[in-house]
C-alpha cells in the first residue's frame, strides 16, 4: 500500500528588517493543490525498501525531509512558484506500489506544467519519474524521445526479479523496448571498481553512453562537455537524476555505498546546470541520500544545493 503524507513543516531564519529580497525558500513554498499557476513541485519518495532488496544499508526512507530542511533557510532568488507535493511513503516492502503511486503524481504535476523535483530516498525513484514523465509525454507524443541522465558510480542495471536500488534503468530499458520508444541513457561518473564486468557487458549490449569517474577531471572539463553536449542534442525531453553516491565520500558520506573516488561537487553541478540550460528538462530528482548515515548534514546539504541549482 502507499499513501501521500502530509507536507513537512519548513521552518528557517527570517530576515524581516531586510524585506521581500531576503526571503527564504520556507518562507516561499506552499503545499500544492490543484489549479495552481504551474512552478516548480517538489514530492517524495519516502522508501529505502529497494536499498533494502540490492543489499545496502537502510535509511534513506528518511532521505526527503533531509532535503526539505537542508532547503528551508537557502536563500531564495526566484520569482515563479514553489509547491511542496508532500511524499509517496512506501508501506511495508509494496515499492512496486509505491513506483506506480509516484508515478501517477508526477505525471498529474507534468499535465498540470510545474517542473517536478523529486526527493529520495533510494534511487528505486529513477524508474517511478521515468514512468511518471513517460504518461505525461505519451498522452502528447506517441514515441517521445526521452534522454535519462544519470549522474551515478553505479550503472544500476542489474537483472533481478524484483524492483531494487540496483534496477531502475534496466526496467526503464525494458519499458521502452514494450512502448516501441528509444532507450537514451548517459551515465556520468561511472565507477569502474563497483560495477561488474557483467554490467559493463550489459550497458555494451544498450548502447549506454558513460565516462568514467576518473574521466571527469577539472582539466577534462571541455571534452565532459562535449561529450554531455552530444547526448543532449540527439533527444527531445531530459529527465535528469543525481545519485549522491557518484560525489565522493569526504563530500558525501551520508550514501548506501560512499564513493572511493567520485567526481567533485563543481563537476556535477556545472554539469546539472549545463544540463538544465538545454531547455528539454522535464523532471528531476535527488536520490540515495541517507540521514542515519550522514555527517553535520554535508550529504543534505549538497543535495539540497543540487536542486536548487535547477531552479535558480
Not at 10 to 37: K, T, Y
Not at 195 to 206: M, S
Request: charged residues 20%.
Amino acid at each position: 500500500m502507499t499513501t501521500l503524507t502530509a507536507v513537512s513543516p519548513w521552518q528557517g531564519r527570517i530576515d524581516a528588517g531586510e524585506g521581500l529580497a531576503a526571503r527564504r525558500w520556507h518562507q516561499w513554498v506552499q503545499p500544492s493543490r490543484a489549479g495552481q499557476p504551474a512552478g516548480v513541485a517538489l514530492l517524495g519518495l519516502a522508501s529505502d525498501e529497494g536499498v533494502v532488496r540490492n543489499q545496502g544499508r537502510s535509511g534513506a526512507r528518511q532521505g526527503p525531509p533531509a532535503l526539505r530542511k537542508a532547503l528551508a533557510n537557502l536563500a531564495w532568488h526566484g520569482e515563479q512558484p514553489l509547491y511542496d507535493a508532500g511524499d509517496i511513503a512506501c508501506l511495508g516492502n509494496d515499492l512496486e506500489g509505491a513506483q506506480l503511486a509516484y508515478a501517477d503524481c508526477v505525471s498529474q504535476l507534468l499535465d498540470d506544467g510545474h517542473l517536478p523535483l523529486g526527493l529520495g530516498g533510494g534511487h528505486e525513484i529513477a524508474f517511478a519519474s521515468f514512468l511518471g514523465l513517460a504518461q505525461h509525454l505519451r498522452r502528447h507524443e506517441a514515441r517521445p524521445r526521452i534522454g535519462v541522465l544519470n549522474f551515478d558510480a553505479h550503472f544500476d542495471l542489474r537483472h533481478a526479479e524484483r524492483s531494487s536500488s540496483g534496477t531502475p534503468f534496466r526496467q526503464i530499458a525494458e519499458y521502452c523496448q514494450q512502448a516501441d520508444m528509444a532507450f537514451d541513457y548517459c551515465c556520468l561518473g561511472v565507477s569502474r571498481f563497483n560495477n561488474t564486468q557483467a554490467l559493463f557487458e550489459q550497458a555494451a549490449q544498450l548502447n549506454v553512453r558513460y565516462l568514467l569517474d576518473r574521466q571527469m577531471q577539472p582539466w577534462q572539463m571541455p571534452d565532459v562537455e562535449a561529450y554531455l553536449d552530444t547526448f543532449l542534442a540527439g533527444i527531445d525531453h531530459l529527465y535528469l537524476t543525481l545519485c549522491l553516491d557518484v560525489l565522493p565520500a569526504a563530500q558525501a558520506p551520508g550514501v548506501s555505498a560512499p564513493s572511493a573516488h567520485g567526481v567533485d561537487l563543481l563537476l556535477v553541478e556545472h554539469l546539472a546546470r549545463r544540463a538544465r540550460a538545454s531547455g528539454k528538462l522535464r523532471m528531476a530528482d535527488v536520490a540515495e541520500l541517507n540521514p542515519s548515515l550522514d555527517q553535520d548534514n554535508r550529504t543534505a546539504r549538497i543535495g539540497a544545493r543540487l536542486l536548487a541549482s535547477l531552479v535558480d
